[in-house]
């Protein structure tokens, strides 16, 4: 099924807590994830985002736990994958602005946990999406992607901020990363794809 994406979009195993979105218009609002509700929320399910991908979505892996988004991925097969991942999608369009999401980011090779903006071909608009993705070719990465209709070639990878750092802390738990560093890890790509699109 290709369903037409949302607007921000989460895709994570134990994404975090509270997320916040500025609109255009200058509406916003704040998700405690106390429940998933419909009317804000589309999860995704029975379908993929191309043979590249190795799960398949699946409305299993969303869950709610006291307050925390829980996007899983687990080897429970699913039609023609091996795997089953979670992602959530907005139902309301959003535009520039601040977008604020805090998450616990797993790190294990072929793993991708992200968060993102898309519009695109699904809602009759050229392609344009900004991915935060939280990946682990070697060690642990922070990739930016700015696609556009025109060019899918922004991409840059960010390495985490010192290879002394561990990753787990104590708002973390075993093999994740401080809020702290998360955050500081983003503002340095912001800020690096600030200055290579302003040439």
Wanted: some cysteine.
């Amino acid at each position: 099924m290709n369903r037409p994406s949302g607007y921000v979009g989460l895709v994570a195993l134990a994404c975090g807590i509270p997320m916040g979105v500025a609109a255009q218009s200058g509406a916003s609002f704040f998700e405690p994830f106390e429940t998933l509700s419909d009317s804000r929320w589309f999860v995704s399910s029975g379908w993929a985002n191309g043979d590249h991908q190795s799960c398949l979505w699946h409305r299993d892996r969303v869950a709610i736990e006291e307050g925390i988004l829980r996007l899983s991925l687990t080897a429970d097969a699913k039609e023609d994958r091996d795997f089953s991942c979670g992602e959530i999608q907005s139902e309301e369009r959003f535009g520039y602005g601040t977008f604020e999401a805090r998450m616990k980011v797993p790190y294990a090779r072929g793993m991708n946990a992200n968060l993102f903006t898309f519009i695109g071909a699904p809602q009759d608009r050229p392609h344009n999406e900004i991915d935060f993705e939280f990946i682990a070719p070697q060690e642990p990465v922070l990739q930016t992607n700015f696609h556009t209709a025109r060019s899918s070639e922004n991409t840059a990878l960010h390495p985490a901020l010192s290879a002394t750092t561990p990753l787990s802390g104590s708002r973390t738990g075993s093999g994740g990363i401080s809020t702290a560093r998360l955050f500081a890890m983003c503002r340095a790509a912001i800020c690096r794809m600030s200055r290579k699109r302003s040439i």
